[in-house]
């Protein structure tokens, strides 16, 4: 998979797929004049009540705490994550009232099977490990469970009403890469390794008595103020600007370490010795992955026009003077469309039971009849819109908690700001 990846902290399983929460506009609903007094909205015969909503707002608001609106300064935004909430219970409600005709249940055998499974892979079969997680997550095991029956049987419902898909023809995948050629493509890479000398007063025998002004980064990016570094002090430190002479001194250290390691001298030890880099001089410099553009203008001017294992000549930034060397080269590619069918061929497979689900809502919705109260009419129009799945958060109670799982970018059922995962996977 091409996409970049990324980790997240979790509770459950990694397979998972979002479900729609969808907002329909005013005219797909009824008014709220034959609602109940505490009423929020009715899905068929099945009243949803503010005190219903509320809990589940505060259930989710505590799971969902970084990505929700503050009350106070955002009332808007907290409104929007409200009826949000609502539109999940609404769909939630619409999967149970179709389970039947669709040949969905869930079982509570199912739900302690999942549990089980998560303890075993995830926790090394501690239960009282699990349950603590759980708590982290401000989650009982009750509610867990309950949270989890609801996921899957959201899951199992969009699996039913999309199991007729299952394939995409040659030329919408080739249509997909060539408007998305430039996605595919990687640029040139190096591994590089540094040593920095910086521009100090008092150097002797690879230490120093003074340091310099500002932070030498250890992945030698952005700009340094006024041309200057920091570097470890053996004994004091001062903010003085380097001078000529302190700038010249650095130079000839530098050449002197480049010919100690031109005659075979060793990156580690002489990293160690005379390296003003902190965060790479004990790992003898290695910088690891070093992408273009995103070092200071001389550095990746050097790096990438070095030849593999080549060691430069002394060169100026503002922190000092570097010697490096290239240990690898990850050449450009622009990946071919054979390379990368089987990710589009997903990527339009879920684009396609994306807008299966958002049809099957729209139709359920007017097939059992959802009335909204006048507070909580939807007033927004739907936008379709690419979500996590592949290996996405799996939920407990509706909040995203998972363990240890990886995120990829791909489409499946969603539609508006707040999409509360479930479990399953297709």
């Not at 929007?80 to 619409?94: G, H, K, R």
């Not at 699990?130 to 989650?139: G, K």
């Not at 430190?237 to 100690?260: C, F, G, I």
């Not at 503002?318 to 054979?338: D, M, P, R």
Request: aromatic share 6%.
């Amino acid at each position: 998979m091409i996409v970049k990846r990324r980790r997240r902290l979790a509770v459950v399983p990694a397979v998972t797929l979002a479900v729609t929460l969808l907002a329909l506009s005013a005219g797909l609903a009824g008014c709220g004049g034959k609602l109940p007094g505490d009423a929020v909205a009715k899905v068929g015969g099945t009243v949803i009540t503010q005190k219903q909503l509320d809990a589940k707002v505060a259930e989710l608001e505590v799971q969902l705490a970084p990505y929700v609106p503050d009350k106070e300064t955002d009332p808007e935004g907290y409104k929007a994550f409200q009826q949000d909430v609502l539109e999940y219970m609404i769909t939630y409600e619409l999967a149970r009232q179709k389970a039947g005709s669709l040949r969905v249940t869930v079982t509570d055998e199912d739900v302690q099977t999942e549990i089980d499974s998560i303890v075993n892979d995830s926790f090394n079969g501690d239960q009282a490990a699990f349950e603590s997680a759980l708590a982290d997550q401000n989650l009982t095991l009750e509610q867990f469970k309950e949270g989890y029956k609801e996921s899957l049987l959201l899951q199992k419902t969009y699996e039913a009403v999309t199991k007729n898909i299952t394939s995409v023809s040659d030329e919408e995948i080739a249509a997909y890469y060539d408007q998305n050629k430039d996605y595919y493509f990687v640029e040139e890479t190096r591994t590089a390794r540094h040593i920095l000398i910086a521009p100090v007063s008092g150097r002797v025998d690879g230490t120093t008595t003074t340091t310099s002004s500002t932070t030498t980064p250890s992945e030698i990016s952005g700009e340094a103020e006024g041309g200057s570094s920091t570097v470890t002090s053996a004994t004091t430190s001062t903010t003085a600007k380097p001078t000529e002479s302190d700038w010249a001194a650095a130079l000839a250290t530098a050449e002197q370490v480049r010919a100690q390691l031109v005659a075979g001298g060793d990156w580690t030890e002489l990293a160690k010795k005379y390296s003003d880099d902190p965060g790479t001089k004990n790992r003898g410099g290695d910088l690891g992955t070093v992408y273009k553009g995103e070092t200071a203008p001389e550095f990746d001017e050097a790096v990438f026009s070095l030849a593999k294992d080549e060691i430069s000549q002394p060169v100026k930034t503002v922190y000092g003077y570097h010697i490096i060397q290239v240990t690898g080269i990850n050449e450009a590619k622009q990946y071919s469309l054979e390379e990368v069918k089987e990710d589009i061929t997903n990527i339009l497979l879920n684009e396609k039971k994306a807008r299966a689900w958002k049809d099957w809502v729209e139709k359920t919705k007017l097939e059992i009849g959802v009335i909204y109260a006048d507070d909580w009419q939807p007033t927004t129009t739907t936008t379709s819109s690419p979500v996590t799945s592949d290996t996405t958060p799996t939920t407990a109670a509706g909040p995203t908690t998972t363990v240890g799982s990886s995120e990829t970018t791909a489409s499946s059922p969603e539609d508006t700001a707040v999409v509360i995962p479930t479990p399953g996977g297709n």
